[in-house]
Every structure is written in structure tokens, then in C-alpha cells.
């Protein structure tokens, strides 16, 4: 049994087909990556499996439950996190204001401050910011502080969309490294990511979308050596 399954979604934005069908999985432990176009669906997938969306047709399992009705609120508290395009930050709260309400589903308040500190440790540039106002971080410590405060909530899973969408090549180096020490801590991931090359790098297991349907899946290092993978993705000749 697979932590995420999806099957055959289909999603539309009014008249607009955005999903045709598509149908993948993730197994525990797994960082997988869905990489594709602009405009392929890989972030109407992330909202459809994080409750954001709900498909026409099809089914999505999590923990070999049905979720596909299930509001997103309620999804997070069953151990799912997301981290949206574009961060998404809360501008006018700190900091610590801004992690601690990625907790908001959770009671126990001393695996909270344990969670916190555990976040600082992770990013330790949140910790010297903690009374900052989030709007006022720069780019990249925006994106640690989505991370972070997706990481608050405990998950078994966390959805990454973008993560390293406009920032410098330094960060986007620093952010895959943070990436894989969450998984390496036991995190499912699963990643939509413009950097095919650095995606499938650290991918098990990787899904090509192309205009709303999956054309190609195999392991990361499979879709990194294929030829017309390296031509429409990786900037290869």
C-alpha cells in the first residue's frame, strides 16, 4: 500500500481540462518529483491532492483513506503538509508567528516548543530572525520559513511546489540540501520543481506531465539519463 495514491484525477477550471486522467503514487520515504512545461497541471495536482481542489473524477488516497472530499484543513491534521508556490508567507506577522501558526492543527503544547526548536535547528537563520517581520525576509528566508512552518505541523508527507523559484544559485543549492535532510529525518516528498536537473538529482522516482497527462515516469536517475528528457528539460542538446 502506497502513503499517497492517486487515481485517474480529472480537473477542470470551468470549461478548461487542467488534469486528464493522471494517475501516480508515493511510497513512504520516497522523495518523488513531477516535473513538466508551465502549465503542464503540476501545481493543480499538489492543490487537487492537498484538498485545495477537488477533481471531477478519480480518487486520491492518502494513508489508504479516501481524501478526495476531504477539505484541506482537515488533511493537514492527518499529517499532510504543503508548501505553495510562491511561499506565501504571512507578511505582517514575525517570524515565530508565522511557524507557529503552521502548528494550528496540533494540541500538545511541549512537542510544539520541541517542534519549534527542532525548525530553529534546521534553519538557523529563522532562529536569529524570530521577531522579524516575515514581509521584510528576503527571498530565500521566505522560502525557509514556508518550509519551516509546513515542517511545524508534524507531517508524514509535505507537498513542495516551486521551492526554488527565484533565488539565486547559491540558495537553490542550500534549499535541495534542506530538502534532503527533511526527507533524510523521514519526510515523504513530494516535489514540483522548474529544476528538472536538481529535481531528479535527488528524486526516487519521477513523473514527466505534459498539457494535463503523465507521458513518462521511471527513477531520477533514469529521466536524468534519457535523451529526450535532457533535450526538453535539462537544457541539453
Do not use: C, W
Request: no cysteine.
Amino acid at each position: 500500500m502506497a502513503l499517497l495514491e492517486v487515481n485517474n484525477i480529472s480537473v477542470y477550471y470551468g470549461m478548461i481540462q487542467a488534469l486528464k486522467g493522471i494517475t501516480f503514487h508515493v511510497e513512504k520515504g520516497e522523495i518523488v518529483a513531477l516535473i513538466g512545461a508551465n502549465g503542464a497541471g503540476k501545481t493543480t495536482t499538489l492543490h487537487t491532492v492537498s484538498g485545495l481542489l477537488q477533481p471531477k473524477s478519480g480518487e486520491v488516497r492518502y494513508k489508504d483513506v479516501d481524501i478526495t472530499k476531504i477539505p484541506g484543513h482537515r488533511i493537514v491534521s492527518m499529517g499532510m503538509a504543503h508548501v505553495p508556490e510562491g511561499r506565501r508567507v504571512f507578511p505582517d506577522l514575525t517570524v515565530e508567528q508565522n511557524l507557529r501558526l503552521g502548528a494550528y492543527t496540533r494540541k500538545d503544547k511541549a512537542e510544539i516548543e520541541s517542534t519549534l526548536e527542532t525548525v530553529y535547528q534546521r534553519f538557523p537563520r529563522l532562529k536569529e530572525r524570530t521577531r522579524q517581520v516575515a514581509g521584510t525576509l528576503s527571498g530565500g528566508e521566505q522560502q525557509m520559513l514556508a518550509m519551516g512552518r509546513a515542517l511545524m505541523s508534524h507531517p508524514d508527507i509535505i507537498l513542495m511546489d516551486e521551492p526554488s523559484m527565484g533565488l539565486s544559485p547559491l540558495l537553490v543549492g542550500e534549499i535541495f540540501d534542506i530538502i534532503e535532510a527533511v526527507h533524510e529525518d523521514g519526510v515523504t516528498v513530494l516535489l514540483v520543481e522548474q529544476n528538472a536537473k536538481k529535481a531528479l538529482a535527488i528524486a526516487n522516482r519521477a513523473y514527466v506531465l505534459e498539457t494535463g497527462r503523465i507521458t513518462m515516469e521511471g527513477t531520477g536517475r533514469e529521466l536524468l539519463d534519457n535523451d529526450d528528457i535532457r533535450r526538453a528539460y535539462l537544457g541539453d542538446a
